[in-house]
T-cell receptor, first 109, second 110 residues
Framework: RKEVEQDPGPFNVPEGATVAFNCTYS??????FFWYRQDCRKEPKLLMS???SGNEDGRFTAQLNRASQYISLLIRDSKLSDSATYLC??????????FGAGTRLTVKP | DTAVSQTPKYLVTQMGNDKSIKCEQN?????MYWYKQDSKKFLKIMFS???????INETVPNRFSPKSPDKAHLNLHINSLELGDSAVYFC?????????FGPGTRLTVL
């Protein structure tokens, strides 16, 4: 089983749609969790950290379920500029970060 | 001001050559990383240094040798390059969780 698994997509949605991405991780001792965004031919950038209580940043909501070892990202009212690859990242111990393969999102007019 | 910089941005070379990629961060972070992103876009950790000390060394061929002369720099030297080394190599630094990535070095081995 991969350490961090994501549905690779692609997800093709119209502007204004709500889209959800899921991620599962295998190491139950994992300590912290993040969503990163990577645009084509660019470096990954932090989108948001994921907290146990769930957290929201504008149109983006992240949730963590430690019992099921599952993380989600919800994007509401999708914009064209949300088109990117979304990477689920898990800190399994210390500074050891493991990335999912990414989920590609394309938002169309 | 670039927080994490890498040079070169593009590197095209022949099989069997030795090459280096340099990375510098001006964020004052203690931890730096090298990642490899292959053609399938999977980002895989290679090495992590904390205050110039190697703390993570994934299953990477020993042709790859990281060097950290000080905590702001982490260079990657690759000996005897192979076709399978072609990828984008990202340097990153972090403190308290968030990672900041360099722009990447696209290595093509012919």
């Amino acid at each position: 089983r991969k350490e961090v698994e994501q549905d690779p997509g692609p997800f093709n949605v119209p502007e204004g749609a709500t889209v959800a991405f899921n991620c599962t991780y295998s190491n139950s001792a994992s300590q912290s969790f993040f969503w990163y965004r990577q645009d084509c031919r660019k470096e990954p950038k932090l989108l948001m950290s994921v907290y146990s209580s769930g957290n929201e940043d504008g149109r983006f909501t992240a949730q963590l379920n430690r019992a099921s070892q599952y993380i989600s990202l919800l994007i509401r009212d999708s914009k064209l500029s949300d088109s990117a690859t979304y990477l689920c990242v898990v800190n399994i111990a210390g500074n050891d970060m493991r990335f999912g393969a990414g989920t590609r999102l394309t938002v169309k007019p | 001001d670039t927080a994490v910089s890498q040079t070169p941005k593009y590197l095209v070379t022949q099989m069997g050559n030795d090459k280096s990629i340099k990375c510098e961060q001006n964020l004052g972070h203690d931890t730096m990383y090298w990642y490899k992103q292959d053609s399938k876009k999977f980002l895989k950790i290679m090495f992590s240094y904390n205050n110039k000390e190697l703390i993570i060394n994934e299953t990477v061929p020993n042709r790859f040798s990281p060097k950290s002369p000080d905590k702001a720099h982490l260079n990657l030297h690759i000996n005897s390059l192979e076709l399978g080394d072609s990828a984008v190599y990202f340097c990153a630094s972090s403190q308290a969780g968030e990672q900041f990535f360099g722009p990447g070095t696209r290595l093509t081995v012919l």
